[in-house]
T-cell receptor, first 115, second 114 residues
Framework: DMKVTQMPRYLIKRMGENVLLECGQD?????MYWYRQDPGLGLQLIYI???????SEGDIPKGYRVSRKKREHFSLILDSAKTNQTSVYFC???FGGGSSQNTLYFGAGTRLSVL | GDSVTQTEGQVTVSESKSLIINCTYS????????LFWYVRYPGEGLQLLLK?????QKGSSRGFEATYNKEATSFHLQKASVQESDSAVYYC???????????FGAGTRLAVCP
């Protein structure tokens, strides 16, 4: 059905708690992404994964780590969340190789509030 | 670094009226000319609206058009007659030289009034 699913959709955590955001896709895409969007800013790339256990930092990786043990799943982990990590997080996927041909498919987003 | 500037905040348009959402980008950091517009409808993820990969070309989809103007470094989104179902957030996203590294604008929320 060509879908990217993010769980949970809404999450409230206290500062210092660990956070796990999950993303799944049913298109067997090699490449997956985590972005965050803050008010007034464009989506900022946190991490890219080119396939299982093949992850690279994006533009703002500090405070985050990722895990990709299966091609269809890509997790974003915040160890000891901070209030400035309050944001909307988007997961995306695309076929690997080339660039202009590869449309990104996005999940609906996870709204995280760190209090 | 790469930067994108698009019409800020929210744009409110009456149904059947015309629309333009401006988008300009920093040319020095764009490796090669691939330009995208993504749209996010309420409750959904971003989805590709249209793309143009050659300077001077026009992309179109669902009645929307955008022309890649390399001299002006612009990629404005236009529609001649908007519908209520077009209410969404629109993101301009030029592709930099890196592998699939899109630079997203902040998004422009379009509200179409009946």
């Amino acid at each position: 059905d060509m879908k990217v699913t993010q769980m949970p959709r809404y999450l409230i955590k206290r500062m210092g708690e660990n956070v796990l955001l999950e993303c799944g896709q049913d298109m067997s895409h090699e490449t997956m992404y985590w972005y965050r969007q803050d008010p007034g800013l464009g989506l900022q790339l946190i991490y890219i994964s080119y396939d299982v256990d093949s992850n690279s930092e994006g533009d703002i990786p500090k405070g985050y780590r990722v895990s990709r043990k299966k091609r269809e799943h890509f997790s974003l982990i915040l160890d000891s969340a901070k209030t400035n990590q309050t944001s909307v997080y988007f997961c995306a996927s695309s076929f690997g190789g080339g660039s202009s041909q590869n449309t990104l498919y996005f999940g609906a987003g996870t709204r995280l509030s760190v209090l | 670094g790469d930067s994108v500037t698009q019409t800020e905040g929210q744009v409110t348009v009456s149904e059947s009226k015309s629309l333009i959402i401006n988008c300009t980008y920093s040319a020095t950091s764009i490796g090669y000319p691939n330009l995208f517009w993504y749209v996010r409808y309420p409750g959904e993820g971003l989805q590709l609206l249209l793309k143009v990969i050659t300077a001077g070309q026009k992309g179109s989809s669902r009645g929307f058009e955008a022309t890649y103007n390399k001299e002006a470094t612009s990629f404005h989104l236009q529609k001649a007659s908007v519908q209520e179902s077009d209410s969404a957030v629109y993101y301009c996203a030029p592709l930099s030289g890196s592998f699939n590294k899109l630079t997203f604008g902040a998004g422009t929320r379009l509200a179409v009034c009946p």
